[in-house]
């Protein structure tokens, strides 16, 4: 039987584990090394190579940048998601599977082509500034998780409590607020965490949508990386682990990971 | 009435999708048709030339090389996990998690350091005298499969977790009593019963590889492009718009027609449900 | 409260396919009227309509003196229990039975006071910290109509409110629901699919198919004298003669054999209740008897159910005066003039 018990399996699965762990080690092990390049095993021990971060203006603007761009863009695709996700299950909509799909199609496009794509129309077409493009790339990449953990809790709630609201005197909008938004809470605190790691973690998109004074944290490693080998790519690499680490604690706090992914 | 608010609240998504996705894509499109007065030619020359072969081939190859190995690790993996107690299972989730939630430069920086020429694997195979001299691994297309398996072997095990925890594990009880050993039961009563979600691991996983760009362009070097890296090779270096463009078209359509052909498959394989 | 008047109403989504048709409904201040019918015939989507949830395409509905046809469902003033129950899974059940005063903007005092009230009416007072999820079936039940009875509604809509619970549960909810409607006096209507719920708790029942009333009615009256033959089906008769002509005196049936019965204009079927057939041991002068054989019987416990066929069709007879009959034997059976029901088609 394949259960627990089983020994080969318990060894292959510890073994994979390890695979998938001790990668990440590795790089939390050379960020504390004092040699100027990455070398395993480190000799002596340093926090220097985490000041030196802070002397990137590249790492340091563009933390920022992604942050911002991140939190817009999710935002951005839970305002204007969460309305299409209302109107594609109370509805009784004929399309409704159609109209799923077409917001679901976003994900069927390569990230670099949309990146690319947008590049030529909302840049160069359109003539919108840099920043706002880059904020729709965003937003396309997000909006795909909105409508389908959003639906998917929609379809759970019971339609009848907000009848039930309308009957006790509310206005449909005060009924959404009041009734039917804090059922799909967790929901939607998912959906935003996910729009937000994608977005904030995002490269191919960005890629074709930065600029010199629009620097997003992954693809400043990326060049960085692409240049240097020094242990500051380690360091940051641990700043950003350590962030990861700390948002998936708070969304174990409020609703558990698990919910990320279903 | 209702129908108006409908349309309202569908409006800003679907305007938004279509302006920023679909018009972009018609936009990219019209230039690779225009160029002359015979439509495919540019795709024709493209896919012509056997360089741009190597690299399509290479795209292929690679996504299936990394979904294989995906799967060969990932299956176990997941059926391991699955098994174990609720708490256990939780923990184990939530460190398979981490990963997938962590940006891809980091992880793909992760096996730089350990398949670089000084690497930590060149240093334990040196150490254990199997090689004599640093052997290259880092900037191959090995490298892109290990690299890429990295990233998706967390996607495949979080989606096969789920579809085995609904297993009824009666079936190989049953499967046992009747003779089957561990692997019979493997292969016989488990894997058939997953098949739906074997593959919808693997549709995320090759399309996903198919279509990445950082793991490729970290890994493997310029000397082995993708087809997501020669698009920005294109554009960007070379400054060839167009012939960036093709490549976007072909690439989409590659995947796409990949995935609803895994899509067709698994709706055909799948005969636990009744079809309606 | 107050008088509730439907008036011609009609509704359709399509323009073609008529899910209402020309209903009219009249209930008097604080009685509660029961629309029954099986799924499909159009009560609950009467019901949604006079609650608001649902436009008709045509007709009015008029509460007291006032035409709410066009106000739209949170300014009815109305309670409605849903079948689901719909309570607020986020809010506590003083939140959830507070929910509507609060939508009234009624200060805290007030609303403290109301909720305490219905609460303990409904045996709910130790419950109000509970959230949904941590109470039973029954006492979701209990929730849902004190939500909807704390805001003094002017008419009470229950949609098969008791569709959900146990059988023992069912009968004692209904009682509960009936002792309240009185107290409170409340006029309420109350939709199902259950003739036996029904009768129980109503002062009148509206019998629905295919989107029209086919009886509005005491629940004696629709009992005992069923107006046509999907009422009677529907409360249980079985045996339906079909019936050509009326010749002044008695009903011609199909197979030309002369009936007796109360003279009723549109007459297509005449029906009678097994325990009303009596099996008599000769044929006498009198009216309305029939030979036939027995070629079924069942124990029905205090009596013997026979399936008899007789060249009115095959009947089904209740007996518990006789001896044991079996099958195969003759009989003769008499169906009394004053028991034969006239039904419309």
Same mark, same amino acid.
């Given at each position: 039987m394949l259960d627990r018990k089983n020994k080969p399996l318990l060894i292959f699965g510890l073994v994979v584990m390890f695979i998938i762990l001790v990668p990440l080690v590795l790089v939390v092990i050379t960020s /504390?090394?004092?040699?100027p390049t990455i070398s395993l095993p480190i000799k002596g021990f340093t926090f220097e190579w985490y000041k030196n971060i802070l002397q990137q203006p590249d790492f340091v603007d563009g933390f920022k940048m992604s942050l911002f761009v991140a939190l817009i863009a999710s935002f951005s695709a839970l305002l204007i998601g969460i309305p299409a996700v209302y109107a594609l299950t109370r509805y009784n909509l004929q399309h409704a599977e159609w109209f799923q799909s077409f917001f679901l199609s976003p994900t069927l496009i390569p990230e670099i082509v949309v990146g690319f794509a947008l590049y030529q129309t909302?840049?160069?077409? /359109?003539? $919108?500034?840099l920043l706002i493009s880059l904020l729709v790339g965003h937003f396309l990449l997000c909006l795909p998780y909105v409508i389908r953990l959003v639906s998917a809790s929609m379809l759970i709630l019971d339609p009848h409590i907000e009848e039930a609201a309308w009957v006790s005197g509310c206005t449909k909008g005060q009924a959404f607020f009041l009734v039917v938004l804090p059922n799909i809470k967790a929901s939607v605190i998912a959906a935003f965490m996910m729009c937000f790691i994608n977005s904030f973690n995002n490269i191919p998109i960005s890629l074709f949508l930065n600029g010199p004074a629009l620097n997003m944290l992954p693809t400043a490693i990326l060049n960085y990386l692409q240049n240097n080998y020094d242990p500051t790519v380690s360091a940051i690499s641990v700043v950003l682990m350590i962030f990861t680490a700390v948002m998936m604690w708070v969304v174990e706090k409020f609703l558990g990971v698990n919910k990320l992914v279903k | 009435m209702r129908k108006r608010s409908a349309i309202l609240l569908l409006l800003p998504a679907f305007v938004g999708v279509l302006i920023f996705t679909f018009y972009p894509l018609i936009q990219i499109i019209i230039p690779t048709l225009n160029q002359s007065s015979d439509y495919g030619k540019l795709y024709l020359e493209f896919l012509k030339s056997s360089y741009n072969q190597t690299v399509i081939f290479r795209t292929l190859a690679i996504a299936l090389f990394t979904t294989l190995v995906v799967l060969v690790l990932g299956l176990p993996l997941a059926i391991w996990i699955a098994r174990q107690d609720e708490k256990v299972r939780k923990l184990l989730s939530v460190i398979i998690l981490f990963p997938m939630l962590t940006n891809a430069v980091i992880r793909n920086f992760a096996w730089i350091i350990i398949l670089g020429k000084n690497g930590v694997f060149n240093d334990l195979l040196l150490k254990l005298h199997l090689i004599s001299a640093p052997i290259t691994i880092l900037y191959t297309n090995a490298a892109i499969v290990i690299g890429s398996a990295y990233l998706f072997l967390p996607i495949m095990v979080t989606s096969l977790v789920g579809s085995i925890t609904e297993l009824n594990i009666e079936t190989e009880e049953a499967a046992a009593v009747l003779g089957a050993g561990a692997m019979t039961n493997l292969f016989k009563v488990i894997i058939p019963q997953l098949t739906t979600g074997i593959l919808t691991g693997c549709i995320l996983v090759f399309a996903g590889t198919m279509t990445a760009y950082t793991t490729p362009q970290l890994l493997g070097g310029n000397r082995h492009l993708v087809m997501a890296t020669l698009i920005y090779q294109q554009a960007m270096t070379l400054g060839d718009w167009t012939n960036a463009s093709v490549v976007a078209i072909i690439l989409i359509i590659l995947s796409v027609v990949i995935m609803f052909a895994i899509n067709k498959l698994m709706k055909k394989l799948d005969r636990r449900k009744v079809n309606a | 409260m107050a008088k509730l008047e439907v008036k011609n109403l009609s509704m359709s989504y399509d323009g073609k396919n008529k899910i209402l048709e020309d209903l009219s409904l009249s209930i008097q201040d604080g009685e509660l009227v029961s629309i029954l019918g099986?799924?499909?015939?159009g009560k609950t989507t009467t019901l949604r309509i006079i609650a608001g949830l649902l436009k008709q395409t045509d007709g009015e509905i008029i509460v007291g003196e006032k035409?709410?046809?066009?106000?739209p469902v949170h300014k009815r003033e109305f309670g409605m229990v849903f079948q689901s129950y719909? $309570? /607020?899974?986020? $809010?506590?059940v003083f939140n959830n039975v507070a929910f509507g005063l609060k939508m009234r903007k009624l200060d805290k005092k007030q609303i403290q006071e109301k909720v305490e009230n219905v609460l303990s009416v409904t045996g709910l007072s130790d419950l109000a910290?509970?959230?949904?999820?941590? $109470?039973?079936g029954g006492q979701q039940q209990r929730v849902s109509l004190a939500r909807a009875l704390v805001i003094n509604p002017q008419v009470l809509l229950l949609d098969e409110p008791l569709s959900n619970l146990d059988a023992k549960l069912r009968v004692e909810m209904r009682e509960e629901i009936r002792r309240l409607q009185q107290e409170l006096k409340m006029t309420a209507i109350f939709v199902t699919h259950d003739q036996e719920e029904c009768f129980a708790i109503s002062d009148k029942v509206a019998v629905m198919n295919r989107g029209r009333v086919e009886q509005f009615d005491t629940p004696q009256a629709i009992y005992q004298e069923p107006k046509t033959l999907f009422v009677a089906k529907f409360i249980g008769f079985e045996n339906f003669i079909k019936v050509v002509g009326y010749d002044g005196e008695a009903y011609l049936t199909e197979s030309n054999i002369k009936l007796a019965a109360q003279a009723k204009e549109n007459t297509r079927y005449l029906t009678i209740r097994p325990r009303q057939i009596k099996i008599i041991e000769t044929a006498n002068d009198s009216e309305n008897v029939v030979k036939g054989r027995i070629i079924n019987r069942t124990y029905l416990g205090n009596s013997y159910r026979y399936t008899v066929k007789t060249s009115l069709g095959v009947l089904k007879v209740d007996d518990f005066e006789h001896d044991v009959l079996s099958r195969d034997e003759d009989v003769i059976l008499e169906l009394a003039v004053k028991n034969l029901l006239p039904l419309e088609n």
């Open positions: /504390f090394g004092n040699q909302a840049v160069i077409s /359109f003539k $919108l500034p | - | 099986p799924s499909g015939c035409n709410i046809s066009n106000l719909a $309570l /607020f899974p986020h $809010l506590s910290k509970r959230f949904p999820a941590e $109470l039973s």
